[in-house]
């Protein structure tokens, strides 16, 4: 669709055009007639015979799934060309012939592709695999043969199939069509059980570095770099700097980051006992079985550990000052087990060395046996309890890591379990051991025995209290089940009070030292957990449902705010106390949030974070320090030479100042070097700016002015702003390309009048005298080659005989009758090409006015020169009225062949003020004499008013001193504001 925009809907349908299915799942074009059918069938046939032979079923739906078009994409760097990626090959469609003219395939001996992307600088594209792999693909030089041409047929993509039936090859052998060839790849990532990579990313500015993302949340990094060593590299390597035929692709750094999380902990609160260690770590169980250990005042992962090999389901801290380890459980169904029996894992880590303890090795041997539903550590950290789904619980002793007891078959299997936060310390009389005894049992802690209590409840919500001492437990009370209540699906215990949460949304609080018991009914569902916030009479108990969030004040028995569940956020997995005031959200998004009590505002400011190491990203600064430390960089002569670090942290705070001292620090002291000393020129300082900052307007711009200055042709990606020479061999390659190609009728008559625009009339010709005699069109093709024959082999003079008007005035009624390329080769053949483009862009054919003066203009001087600059001038103005100011500067820079002061009086006009301050020194070095004092005034006055909103004192006082007196009048204005 040509004429999509965002504030009206499109007056036509666009063009629609279909890419058959062919074999592997590629997108190709069909084959007509029997043969296509045959194939289908044997195809069908071996399938069959293989699944009744070997007993192999066919996905369902596989090959769906290899037929979904991973990626569509505009290619960047070449006009009218779309990109697809599937699973097995990539298909290159030129959307002017609605044709695919290219193809790169996949071996079978290579993971198929998950992600593609695009290069612009460079006709390039990069293919993410399932491996972790990543390979370069560079469009070869020229056009190829296809492999096996195909029958042509109207209304289908042509595409080169190995596998063509040798029936159905056309004696057309020269085919032509665009190859890939592959000039890197790199390694194999190890990715784990339940890894897999999601998609690729390239970098905007240099295009030489890339980056995948993996469902653990790891970030993989890679960059293309050259493998000449006899070459120094460039300041900042960007694609177009690199040849490829010398170039690598290779790992730089891998990010850990955070996964989708089942379960999360955070460690023991802080305290007077560990305020000296405490670090706000939280533990974080995976989907991909690892653990990960963060830390939520920095925001960074410090610790990961490969642990299970299923999603972690729970896990508890067993060390309190300092938070050193963690109990994790996981399970695995076992095959063939229609029970319900899983194979558990229940780990001990060691987060501070990484040594990894499997528990319970013995049980597990078995066939399967219940899944463990949680684990449970008491708060002297000395005991832990195991439960399941359907047996007696175990208890633990944590120290020695081994079983004490496994409760009895009959007893009954539970739902929820806690640990009393109160417990006693049972030893010898003081009045009855001597002082020397004391001193022992201080130091050895031998004698003293701690009793710990446990409340548990059953599926009939029947409330039991234990006591565990020594390597005993003793039954205590039992407590019959409370009215109201459904199955009892947690338990939490703080103080005085039991807090428990059941199936049917039900919040039960009951004081023990009171003994009475208040019902809240939530009508949220089941009640996943809760648990109390740390702190001395900080009565506040956090609630996660199925669908939400809650807080809840015990004491008053309020909520205090709710979270609903996917209205305000994705659904929650799991939820913790990050502090008396902070709650842990863990989301099924993969993100873990940090919010307070009004359970918004999750997201902080990077700068926010207290990390050792600085973030290497210039754009965290506010827009207009920004500005004024990219003007500093670029072009600064009210600055003596001195350090350049010192001049761009000058009036920055602290936090500023240890940001932009990192980004230089990461560029470099050659890229400081280079645009300090003058070692390079002031347009090529300005690219590595760009290049530094991500500016990637002001990059393409002054790569087009440093390009021009070394006489280099532009890329493809500038196409009718490259030099003349350039654009036309471009053209002609893809006139080559379109001519074998053109069925339709349409197709056909464009590619006529582009050949004759090009100057290539005797292919026109040829084309025209190839139409089929059965066409009704024929006789029209055959007398408009004879005309264009005629018109051809006459001089320019006798080209304005009177025949020409006629020839005129009947381009002009095909034109108004919307036959667009009819009207324009007649005009083109008469020699009315200035004509030609002003009805073309009388009818909004902006690209194809300015295609048809490039190719016919464009350096002939005299009269059609005139005629192109104004052309040049005319879609200047037009991309100015339209909002487009940098376009239209980038237009006039590369057809005026460098900076020109029609660039500069654009920018002016079009109040770009950062852009124009750049672009007058460049103007005044090339033709300072063209350049008006009006103009050069204006541009300064503006300059010294964006110094002054930048707050660049220096720099304004220097404009205003070469304004003379309209700058000590702009001085009086604005000087007290600076």
């Not at 970030?219 to 960007?238: A, E």
């Not at 000296?276 to 990960?292: C, D, E, K, S």
């Not at 050895?444 to 029947?462: A, F, P, R, S, Y």
């Not at 009339?761 to 024929?778: C, F, G, K, Q, R």
Request: net charge neutral; with cysteine.
């Amino acid at each position: 669709m040509t004429d999509f925009s965002l504030s009206k809907c499109p007056k036509s349908e666009g063009k629609k055009f279909y890419l058959v299915t062919g074999k592997g799942g590629s997108s190709g074009r069909g084959v007509e007639g029997t043969d296509q059918k045959v194939n289908t069938n044997s195809t069908k046939l071996r399938r069959m015979v293989r699944s009744m032979v070997l007993g192999e079923m066919g996905e369902v739906g596989s090959q769906d799934k290899v037929n979904d078009c991973i990626a569509a994409v505009f290619h960047p760097g070449v006009k009218n060309q779309v990109v697809l990626a599937y699973s097995k090959e990539v298909l290159i469609v030129d959307t002017e012939l609605g044709q695919t003219v290219g193809q790169i395939n996949v071996d079978r001996s290579n993971s198929p592709l998950v992600g593609m992307e695009v290069a612009r600088q460079k006709p390039m594209i990069f293919l993410l695999h399932e491996s972790g792999s990543v390979s370069v693909w560079s469009l070869r030089a020229g056009l190829t043969v296809a492999s096996t041409p195909i029958i042509m047929s109207k209304s289908q993509s042509f595409l080169s199939f190995p596998s063509t039936p040798a029936t159905s090859v056309s004696p057309m052998d020269g085919l032509l069509e665009v190859s890939y060839e592959s000039v890197s790849v790199s390694e194999h990532v190890r990715l784990g059980k339940n890894c897999r990579v999601l998609g690729l990313a390239l970098r905007p500015s240099t295009q030489a570095e890339v980056a995948f993302l993996a469902t653990d949340g790891r970030i993989f990094l890679f960059n293309l770099r050259s493998t000449d060593s006899s070459t120094p590299p460039p300041v900042i390597v960007t694609l177009s700097s690199l040849s490829t035929t010398s170039m690598r692709l290779t790992m730089s750094a891998i990010l850990s980051s955070m996964s989708p999380s089942k379960a999360v902990r955070m460690c023991p609160p802080l305290t007077t006992k560990n305020w000296a260690a405490y670090r706000p770590l939280l533990a974080v169980g995976t989907v991909t079985g690892h653990l990960q250990v963060v830390n939520v005042s920095t925001g960074l992962v410090e610790r990961e550990v490969a642990v299970h090999s299923a999603p972690v389901l729970g896990l508890e801290w067993t060390s309190t000052h300092p938070a050193a380890s963690l109990l994790s459980f996981a399970h695995c169904n076992v095959t063939g087990s229609t029970s319900g029996l899983v194979r558990n894992e229940l780990v001990h880590t060691d987060i501070i060395t990484g040594k990894v303890r499997h528990l319970r090795t013995e049980q597990v041997r078995e066939v399967g046996e219940p899944k463990i539903t949680m684990i449970r550590v008491s708060h002297m950290k000395k005991y832990f309890v195991v439960a399941f789904a359907a047996g007696p619980f175990e208890l633990w002793d944590l120290a020695k890591l081994c079983i004490l007891r496994t409760m009895p078959k009959k007893f009954p299997h539970i739902t929820a379990l806690e640990w009393s936060p109160l417990h006693t310390a049972r030893g010898k009389k003081s009045d009855s051991i001597s002082p020397s005894e004391k001193e022992v049992c201080r130091e050895q802690n031998m004698k003293e025995v701690t009793k710990e209590h446990i409340v548990l409840t059953d599926h009939d919500g029947q409330l039991y209290h234990f006591t565990v001492e020594g390597h005993t437990i003793k039954d205590g009370t039992k407590i019959p089940a409370e009215t109201g209540l459904g199955t009892i699906t947690c338990i939490c215990w703080k103080s005085d009070m039991i807090v428990r949460g059941d199936t049917e949304g039900n919040v039960n609080i009951w004081n023990m030292k009171t003994r009475q018991s208040k019902n809240i009914h939530t009508g949220r569902g089941k009640v996943k957990r809760i648990c109390f916030s740390p702190g001395k009479n900080n009565m506040k108990i956090l609630v996660l449902y199925e669908d939400g969030v809650q807080i809840w004040d015990v004491k008053e028995l309020e909520m205090i705010n709710e979270l609903r569940c996917p209205g305000d956020l994705l659904s929650v997995e799991d939820v913790d106390w990050a502090g008396s005031d902070r709650v842990v959200l863990a989301g099924q998004d993969g993100a873990v949030r940090l919010a307070g009590l009004a359970l918004a505002g999750t997201s902080s400011h990077t700068l926010a974070y207290g990390r050792e190491q600085q973030v290497v990203c210039m754009g965290l600064l506010p827009r207009d320090t920004f500005r004024g430390i990219a003007c500093m960089l670029g072009y600064r002569p009210w600055a003596e030479e001195g350090d350049i670090r010192k001049m761009v942290t000058t009036g920055l705070t602290e936090e500023q100042v240890g940001l932009v001292e990192a980004v230089l620090d990461y560029l470099g002291e050659q890229f400081i070097t280079s645009i300090s000393d003058g070692g390079v020129s002031l347009a090529e300082r300005y690219l590595l700016v760009s290049l530094a900052l991500g500016l990637m307007f002001e990059m393409e711009l002054w790569m087009v002015v440093v390009e021009q200055r070394a006489g280099r042709p532009l890329g493809r990606q500038f196409h009718v702003l490259a030099d003349r020479d350039t654009f036309m061999s471009r053209q002609e390659e893809l006139s080559r390309l379109h001519m074998a190609r053109a069925v339709e009728r349409v197709d056909r008559v464009r590619l006529t009048a582009q050949l004759i625009c090009l100057g290539q009339v005797e292919a026109a010709v040829s084309m025209l005298l190839d139409t089929d005699m059965e066409d009704n069109n024929s006789m029209a093709d055959q007398l408009l080659a004879c005309l264009i024959q005629a018109t051809a082999n006459r001089d320019s003079t006798e080209c304005q005989l009177s025949h020409v008007s006629t020839m005129k005035m009947v381009a002009t009624s095909l034109l108004s009758e919307g036959k667009l390329w009819e009207g324009v080769q007649l005009l083109v053949l008469t020699g009315k090409v200035g004509d030609a483009c002003s009805y073309l862009r009388s009818a909004g054919h902006w690209d194809q006015a300015l295609w048809l003066g490039k190719c016919r203009m464009e350096g002939q001087g005299g009269e059609q020169g005139e005629e192109w600059a104004g052309l040049t001038s005319r879609w200047a103005d037009y991309l100015v009225l339209a909002g487009q100011v940098r376009q239209a500067v980038l237009t006039l820079l590369a057809v005026g062949a460098g900076v020109s002061v029609p660039a500069l009086e654009c920018c002016h006009v079009g109040q770009d003020r950062d852009l124009a301050h750049k672009m007058m020194p460049l103007v005044m070095e090339t033709d300072r004499d063209s350049v008006d004092q009006v103009l050069e005034e204006a541009v300064m006055m503006e300059t010294a008013k964006l110094m002054s909103e930048l707050g660049m004192k220096k720099a304004f006082e220097y404009y205003c001193d070469k304004l003379g007196r309209k700058g000590e009048e702009l001085m009086l204005e604005l000087g007290s504001k600076v």
